[in-house]
Structure formats: structure tokens, C-alpha cells
């Protein structure tokens, strides 16, 4: 097994000339001086006292710095610990006081405000996205590090902490195997190679953004069209400088806003892809009348990287996130006693394969609870394979409406509303009623311009569904709550509408 530092080095010395970075407006960034950087990182990461093993937690800005950063993190044995830009203070007091890191790397404007928390066990140094701040200039005097920590497919390589919609964040322990044999998956899946030149438009701290497109491109020896955010007409400009984009379901939303996304703006592309949240099958089949692509969505989670995708080559359908990529099985289970259903029926996703986590940092018993007896991990999410052989999510466990006695699976009702005419998109949550437990409510938004009525929904969707399954009250709001990586968050709504039925 290469790492994914090896891989790199490997493709730094194929090409060292070769632009890894590619901004806007700014000079191109080669792999020799990616390389360089690294290295020099590297080399401060030792003096610092990081040791293999030890966790090297980051809130920076993206950066090309900040993917140094990571591969000298790799390259001296450390644990890769990225955190969300947008979380506060006590939030990151809490990540620092469980993950115990050797070093705390920050932006230069919040060195001050983070430096009390430096002590024996841990160093806090600044790294900005203009290759400023403390740690770069600890590397410009530094003599890189040419040699790497030998690490094993079991050593660990990152922690990536959950989003603790139910409890604490818990952290997901991924090894160099984890990251290594989900790379090649993908590679081989997607026939990402040393040609392609991607659009990142993504966060770093998250599955997508670093593991999935940053990795895919530096063991490909492939090109980064860097932005720091994402902007549709931007986004349009730049795909006849490229052959690939990875993004979220709202990037596909914004991008079918744009007059000028057309066959011609999108012939030098080659593939689309979309994850971290559902997209819709509207969005889906208009993306594909204008631009003749059709998106590839693919399924994957913190603990297990990428599980499944649809085909590269042969149909991509709305709704479905395809099969299990090579080397990875999945399956579908009764959700108490874990006997595999046949196809069709809805049950727990597990998986097992080389791309699931070892474990939750410092948790045994959690990690324990979410491993069956044969090693398949239960995912938390509920969905069913088709006869086609497609996976198909219908959505979180904790999300299940269980309304008098019935279970209600909320992606079936969601998408008969998505269809009505003057609906944008909808959210069907359960939230406590006097009779029947929880009572079924669907949140809507309203395309621009339109304002379908609670009677208008209630009498199209009503020969479609059971009694049981239909919405005791339809909510109108102007947006849905988001996380960063456009994932609606479902427990927001169930707290604002925790007393409608009371």
C-alpha cells in the first residue's frame, strides 16, 4: 500500500512542473512547490514535537498551505484533526479537550485569541491562506524533510468528527488504508486520471472536499481549479478549462439558475458529481436536458468515505446513489435484528470493506454498538436495492416519522411534494403529537413566485399516500436550515415545531 503522501511524492516526481493549483487571478502552484512546502512543514512539525500518532488539529482558511499542511501531517505519522471554520470557542475547546493534540493550528487573525490554550502538551501556531502566519514562517527558514514516517494500512491517519446531531460529536478514526483504498476505488470508478483538471469549489474539513477531490487528484497527478467559494457564473466561466466537478446539491441548483449554462459551456467536461446531500430528481433531469451531462451521484459518510455511486458508464438515476464501489459490500437489514431483507424491501444500510473506520476516538463502546457481529458497519441510514440492483436512500434512522405505530418513511412522501407544480423542495419530519406519538408535518418551499396552499398539497398527494403517511400540517418557509455541506438539518426543524401539535 502507497499512503496518500507516497502517492504524491509519486506524482511530484513525475511532474514536478506541472500546476497542482491553478487560481484565479493569481499564479499557479506546481507540484515541485507543493512539494517543497511539505516538506519544509514537515520538518517544523518534527522540531514542534509532533511524534506518529499524535493529532495536529486544524481551523484554517482553504488554502494551498492548508493542503501542505495535511500532507506533512501524513508524512511525519500524525493524525489529521481539520475542524469546521465556523466552529466557536467553546466548540473548539471541546475537540481540543477530547482529541488531545500535539499542535492547534489556526488562522493568523485568531492566533491571539487562541494562544492561552498552548501549554506542555499543546503548541498553537497560525498558517493564512496568503502564506502568512507563524508556522510559514517557522518553514521558510526550515530544510525540508525528504524522508517520510513509515505508516501501515492500520496506523491511523485522520480523525474526522461527526456533526453531533444526536449527542456529542464523536470522532471518526480513518486510517492510511481507509484513505488509500477509497482513492484507488474512486480513481478506477470515475477513470479520474493525470488529465483531468477538477473545479474545487468545497470545503476542506469535510469527506468530500479533502478526501474524495484533493485525494483523487494528488494520486492522479491531476490539476485544481482552486476557489475558495462557490459561484455559478465563476463556476460556468471555467469549465472550458476543465474536465471535471465535484459539488454538493446546491451547487446544481445555483448553476440551473445561470442562462448560460448550455451544451457548449459544458462540452469540455467529461463528468459531474454530487454528494454529501440528496439531489433533486428535478434538478437531476433539467441539468441534464441543458447540458446533455448526465450528474453522477454517489454515497458515502465520515466513517466509510465513499460506499457507493452510480455508473460512469450506463444509466445515472434520479433518486438513486448506485452500487457498492469495488472491494466495498453493502446490504440491506431488518433494523433490530439485522437479518438481511430481500431487494425491494426498506431496511438499515450496513457496509463492510477496506474503507470503513476503525473506530470512534476513545469510544470502545459506541464503536462496539455500531459494528455487527461479521464487521459490517451500520450506517444510521435506512434505504432499500432495487431490483435494478441500485441503492436507494430513503433516509436517516433517527429521521423516521413512527406515527401511530407506523413507520413513515419521510423520502416517499418528500418526493410526491418535490413534483407539485409551484414547490421548490420539502422536508417531512415527525414531531410530538397528543395521539398519535408524532404527527407527520412537511416543511415547503415555494418556487419563486409561487404560493401553493396547504388545501393544494393536501389533495394532490392525498390518493398517492396512505392515511397514515399524510401530513397532518404543511408548513410554508422561505429556505430549509443547511449545514455547510447543504445536508438539511431535520433536528432544527423538529426543535422550532416541537409544540405545534400541543
Same mark, same amino acid.
Given at each position: 500500500?502507497?499512503?496518500?503522501?507516497?502517492?504524491?511524492?509519486?506524482?511530484?516526481?513525475?511532474?514536478?512542473?506541472?500546476?497542482?493549483?491553478?487560481?484565479?487571478?493569481?499564479?499557479?502552484?506546481?507540484?515541485?512547490?507543493?512539494?517543497?512546502?511539505?516538506?519544509?512543514?514537515?520538518?517544523?512539525?518534527?522540531?514542534?514535537?509532533?511524534?506518529?500518532?499524535?493529532?495536529?488539529?486544524?481551523?484554517?482558511?482553504?488554502?494551498?498551505?492548508?493542503?501542505?499542511?495535511?500532507?506533512?501531517?501524513?508524512?511525519v505519522?500524525?493524525?489529521?484533526?481539520?475542524?469546521?471554520?465556523?466552529?466557536?470557542?467553546?466548540?473548539?475547546?471541546?475537540?481540543?479537550?477530547? @482529541?488531545?493534540?500535539? *499542535?492547534?493550528?489556526? &488562522?493568523?487573525?485568531?492566533? !491571539? #485569541?487562541?494562544? $492561552?490554550?498552548?501549554? %506542555? /502538551?499543546?503548541?498553537?501556531?497560525?498558517l493564512?491562506?496568503s502564506?502568512?502566519?507563524?508556522?510559514?514562517?517557522?518553514?521558510?527558514?526550515?530544510?525540508?524533510?525528504t524522508?517520510?514516517?513509515?505508516?501501515?494500512?492500520d496506523?491511523?491517519a485522520?480523525?474526522?468528527?461527526?456533526?453531533?446531531?444526536?449527542?456529542?460529536?464523536?470522532?471518526?478514526?480513518?486510517?492510511?488504508?481507509?484513505?488509500?483504498?477509497?482513492?484507488?476505488?474512486?480513481?478506477?470508478?470515475?477513470?479520474?486520471?493525470?488529465?483531468?483538471?477538477?473545479?474545487?469549489?468545497?470545503?476542506i474539513?469535510?469527506?468530500?472536499?479533502?478526501?474524495?477531490?484533493?485525494?483523487?487528484?494528488?494520486? @492522479?497527478?491531476?490539476? *485544481?481549479?482552486?476557489? &475558495?467559494?462557490?459561484?455559478? !457564473? #465563476?463556476?460556468? $466561466?471555467?469549465?472550458? %478549462? /476543465?474536465?471535471?466537478?465535484?459539488?454538493?446539491?446546491t451547487?446544481?441548483?445555483?448553476?440551473?439558475?445561470?442562462?448560460?449554462?448550455?451544451?457548449?459551456?459544458?462540452?469540455?467536461?467529461?463528468?459531474?458529481?454530487?454528494?454529501?446531500?440528496?439531489?433533486?430528481?428535478?434538478?437531476?433531469?433539467?441539468?441534464?436536458?441543458?447540458?446533455?451531462?448526465a450528474?453522477?451521484?454517489r454515497?458515502?459518510?465520515?466513517?466509510?468515505?465513499?460506499?457507493?455511486?452510480?455508473?460512469y458508464?450506463?444509466?445515472?438515476?434520479?433518486?438513486?446513489?448506485?452500487?457498492?464501489?469495488?472491494?466495498?459490500?453493502?446490504?440491506?437489514?431488518?433494523?433490530?435484528?439485522?437479518?438481511?431483507?430481500?431487494?425491494?424491501?426498506?431496511?438499515?444500510?450496513?457496509?463492510?470493506?477496506?474503507?470503513?473506520?476503525?473506530?470512534?476516538?476513545?469510544?470502545?463502546?459506541?464503536?462496539?454498538?455500531?459494528?455487527?457481529?461479521?464487521?459490517?458497519?451500520?450506517?444510521?441510514?435506512?434505504?432499500?436495492?432495487?431490483?435494478?440492483?441500485?441503492?436507494?436512500?430513503v433516509?436517516?434512522?433517527?429521521?423516521?416519522?413512527?406515527?401511530?405505530?407506523?413507520?413513515?418513511?419521510?423520502?416517499?412522501?418528500?418526493?410526491?411534494?418535490?413534483?407539485?407544480p409551484?414547490?421548490?423542495?420539502?422536508?417531512?419530519?415527525?414531531?410530538p403529537?397528543?395521539?398519535?406519538?408524532?404527527?407527520?408535518?412537511?416543511?415547503?418551499?415555494?418556487?419563486?413566485?409561487?404560493?401553493?396552499?396547504?388545501?393544494?398539497?393536501?389533495?394532490?398527494?392525498?390518493?398517492?399516500?396512505?392515511?397514515?403517511?399524510?401530513?397532518?400540517?404543511?408548513?410554508?418557509?422561505?429556505?430549509?436550515?443547511?449545514?455547510?455541506?447543504?445536508?438539511?438539518?431535520?433536528?432544527?426543524?423538529?426543535?422550532?415545531?416541537?409544540?405545534?401539535?400541543?
Open positions: 500500500m502507497q499512503t496518500i503522501y507516497e502517492s504524491f511524492l509519486t506524482s511530484a516526481e513525475a511532474q514536478p512542473d506541472k500546476a497542482l493549483f491553478r487560481r484565479p487571478d493569481q499564479p499557479d502552484v506546481s507540484y515541485a512547490q507543493i512539494r517543497e512546502l511539505t516538506q519544509k512543514l514537515a520538518a517544523v512539525l518534527t522540531g514542534i514535537g509532533v511524534q506518529p500518532g499524535d493529532r495536529v488539529a486544524v481551523q484554517t482558511d482553504k488554502s494551498p498551505e492548508a493542503i501542505c499542511l495535511y500532507l506533512a501531517t501524513l508524512q505519522g500524525g493524525v489529521y484533526l481539520p475542524l469546521n471554520t465556523a466552529y466557536t470557542g467553546a466548540e473548539i475547546d471541546y475537540f481540543l479537550g477530547d @482529541a488531545s493534540p500535539r *499542535l492547534f493550528v489556526c &488562522t493568523p487573525a485568531s492566533l !491571539d #485569541q487562541h494562544k $492561552s490554550r498552548a501549554g %506542555d /502538551a499543546l503548541s498553537v501556531e497560525s493564512g491562506a502564506g502568512d502566519g507563524s508556522l510559514a514562517e517557522l518553514a521558510r527558514d526550515a530544510a525540508p524533510m524522508e517520510a514516517v513509515a505508516r501501515e494500512k496506523d491511523p485522520a480523525i474526522l468528527y461527526t456533526s453531533g446531531t444526536t449527542g456529542r460529536s464523536k470522532g471518526a478514526v480513518l486510517t492510511h488504508g481507509n484513505l488509500a483504498s477509497n482513492t484507488e476505488a474512486l480513481l478506477q470508478s470515475w477513470h479520474y486520471s493525470a488529465e483531468d483538471v477538477l473545479i474545487h469549489a468545497l470545503p474539513f469535510h469527506t468530500h472536499g479533502l478526501f474524495v477531490a484533493v485525494n483523487m487528484t494528488l494520486v @492522479a497527478g491531476s490539476s *485544481l481549479i482552486w476557489l &475558495t467559494k462557490f459561484d455559478a !457564473d #465563476q463556476a460556468v $466561466s471555467l469549465m472550458s %478549462d /476543465a474536465t471535471v466537478l465535484m459539488g454538493v446539491p451547487f446544481y441548483t445555483r448553476l440551473l439558475k445561470s442562462d448560460r449554462l448550455d451544451r457548449d459551456a459544458t462540452q469540455n467536461m467529461r463528468l459531474f458529481v454530487s454528494g454529501s446531500a440528496p439531489l433533486l430528481a428535478e434538478d437531476h433531469r433539467s441539468f441534464e436536458d441543458r447540458t446533455g451531462h450528474i453522477l451521484e454515497y458515502g459518510m465520515t466513517e466509510t468515505c465513499m460506499i457507493t455511486t452510480n455508473p458508464d450506463g444509466a445515472r438515476k434520479p433518486g438513486a446513489v448506485g452500487m457498492a464501489l469495488p472491494g466495498i459490500e453493502i446490504r440491506v437489514t431488518d433494523r433490530e435484528t439485522g437479518k438481511a431483507l430481500p431487494d425491494g424491501e426498506i431496511g438499515a444500510i450496513e457496509v463492510r470493506g477496506p474503507n470503513v473506520f476503525e473506530g470512534y476516538w476513545q469510544m470502545p463502546e459506541k464503536t462496539a454498538s455500531e459494528f455487527r457481529d461479521d464487521g459490517f458497519f451500520i450506517t444510521g441510514d435506512l434505504g432499500q436495492i432495487g431490483e435494478d440492483g441500485y441503492l436507494r436512500i433516509g436517516r434512522d433517527k429521521d423516521l416519522v413512527i406515527s401511530g405505530g407506523y413507520n413513515v418513511y419521510p423520502k416517499e412522501i418528500e418526493a410526491l411534494i418535490d413534483d407539485l409551484g414547490v421548490l423542495e420539502s422536508a417531512v419530519i415527525g414531531v403529537h397528543p395521539d398519535l406519538g408524532e404527527g407527520v408535518t412537511a416543511v415547503v418551499v415555494p418556487q419563486p413566485g409561487a404560493a401553493p396552499s396547504e388545501d393544494d398539497i393536501f389533495s394532490a398527494i392525498g390518493d398517492s399516500l396512505a392515511r397514515y403517511k399524510q401530513p397532518k400540517k404543511i408548513i410554508f418557509v422561505e429556505e430549509l436550515p443547511r449545514n455547510v455541506m447543504g445536508k438539511v438539518q431535520k433536528a432544527e426543524l423538529r426543535k422550532s415545531y416541537a409544540e405545534l401539535y400541543r
